[in-house]
């Protein structure tokens, strides 16, 4: 199979503080790791696409300097939120694109389970 | 922006009945997924459809790919109480994925 974990589960932080996410592959080497951010009764907003060992790319409207975003290893993506506000209280999910064996292949994306923030 | 739209936006349903969600896109796409995701929880994959495709079965799931028409549609036969959850079409494959509004349906013992 193929474990997506993250931690925490569920945060809660005072404004104006930060707080880091991590999303780490437990079972196999993600090549891309993808944060999304879901607001209640919501879709998926992907907010970044992380690769290892070089900068994120952030969709747009995301600040790169609120969210950083540090994949340092194969295994393991960070989102840090800097100065959280309430309103950035939102559930915060990751996903980690396998790394492709074969050419061709479609490289299916695994998620973890989300963390959800609350910001007071 | 959300590529995908689906409707209904939330469906309620006796336990034991079909339930049929609809997803529909824009732009021309390799495949089209859908994941279910429960309350406050992470996604769970269900079924990928490629643009070849036109249908694909996997256990009580039933998707459909209507390219002609920009459109997929998602059947649960036999709904059971555990298939409370949200349902969402996701395209982009391999990149970035860009998901639908979402569908939630509650199945009502």
């Known amino acids: 199979g193929a474990v997506v974990s993250q931690h925490p589960s569920r945060v809660i932080c005072k404004s104006g503080t930060s707080v880091k996410i991590e999303c780490r592959s437990l079972?196999?080497?993600?090549?891309?790791m993808f944060w999304y951010r879901q607001f209640p009764k919501q879709s998926l907003m992907l907010m970044a696409t992380?690769?290892?060992?070089?900068?994120?790319?952030?969709e747009q409207g995301v600040e790169k300097d609120k969210f950083l975003i540090n994949h340092a290893s194969l295994t393991l993506s960070t989102l840090t939120v800097t100065s959280a506000h309430p309103e950035d209280s939102s559930f915060y999910i990751c996903?980690?694109?396998?790394?492709?064996?074969?050419?061709?292949?479609?490289?299916?994306?695994?998620f973890g389970p989300g963390t959800r923030l609350t910001v007071t | 922006s959300q590529q995908g739209e689906e409707d209904p936006q939330a469906l309620s349903i006796q336990e034991g009945e079909n339930a049929t969600m609809n997803c529909s896109y824009k732009t021309s796409i390799n495949n089209l997924q859908w994941y279910r995701q429960n309350s406050g929880r992470g996604l769970v994959h269900l079924i990928l459809?490629?643009?070849?495709?036109r249908e694909k079965h996997s256990g009580r799931l039933r998707v459909t790919l209507d390219t002609s028409k920009k459109s997929s549609s998602l059947l649960i036969t036999a709904s059971r109480a555990a298939d409370t959850a949200s349902y969402f079409c996701?395209?982009?494959?391999?990149?970035?994925?860009?998901f639908g509004q979402g569908t939630r349906l509650t199945i009502n013992p």
């Open positions: 459809i490629r643009s070849n495709e």
């Open positions: 996903s980690a694109r396998r790394r492709a064996r074969d050419r061709g292949r479609l490289s299916e994306q695994y």
């Open positions: 079972d196999f080497q993600a090549t891309t």
């Open positions: 992380s690769n290892e060992g070089s900068k994120a790319t952030y």
């Open positions: 996701a395209t982009g494959g391999a990149q970035k994925l860009v």
